[in-house]
């Protein structure tokens, strides 16, 4: 994409595909842009859940960055589940997201959600990182089941999604950031937006 007079100011673009993400993103009540990343997001071998969460965030903001040539600042964010050192991503069918809740049941887990914001034209590049801590309750296979027939989580880290029906399979989420779960840190986001010389309250760029 061609510079311009008019895209003088770097732009907010969301690495991301997810829904969840970008109602969040639009709660800042900013303009921005969605790209999907195209990336593997195949743990490697012996990756903790941590490390692969902040791999993939980043993964994801310089692939997206990459087909830019003007100022942008590109959002990258990656979520996992870590179930005692056990990676937990996106079940993406039933029969993976009964076994997900299963392992679950009872269970107290992290939720790793990393970010990734590079502003490539400056070369800049920061990164965080928001963990919720999550109790579940104890789950039957009845309750699971009910559970996945209504909501079909297949799309969420960990198979529930706490901003609607998944919040009563738990007892407990503790954590800084009430957005962080849902799966952008939006606290975080800010911080590192105002670092890059973006300030939401300020209707864009400042500094």
């Not at 003088?8 to 970008?22: E, I, M, N, Q, T």
């Not at 179930?83 to 809740?101: I, M, N, S």
């Not at 919720?132 to 789950?139: A, D, G, I, P, S």
């Amino acid at each position: 994409m061609p510079s311009s007079a008019a895209n003088a100011l770097p732009r907010l673009v969301l690495g991301s595909s997810s829904p969840y993400r970008r109602e969040l993103l639009a709660r800042l009540g900013q303009p921005f842009e969605t790209r999907s990343p195209d990336v593997d997001e195949t743990a490697l071998p012996g990756e903790a859940p941590l490390a692969l969460a902040c791999r993939l965030a980043e993964l994801k903001a310089r692939a997206v960055a990459a087909a830019f040539d003007d100022d942008v600042i590109v959002i990258g964010s990656d979520q996992v589940a870590d179930l005692a050192g056990r990676a937990l991503g996106k079940p993406g069918h039933h029969a993976a997201a009964v076994d997900q809740l299963r392992s679950l049941s009872g269970q107290r887990v992290l939720f790793h959600t990393a970010l990734c914001l590079t502003r490539p034209a400056k070369g800049e590049v920061r990164q965080a990182v928001s963990s919720v801590l999550v109790q579940f309750r104890t789950l039957s296979d009845e309750a699971i089941e009910a559970y996945l027939a209504r909501e079909q989580p297949y799309d969420c880290a960990g198979s529930a999604k706490c901003e609607g029906l998944g919040i009563v399979l738990l007892d407990r989420i503790e954590s800084d950031d009430p957005t962080s779960l849902v799966g952008l840190p939006l606290i975080e986001t800010c911080r590192l937006l105002r670092e890059l010389g973006w300030d939401p309250l300020q209707g864009g760029p400042h500094g």
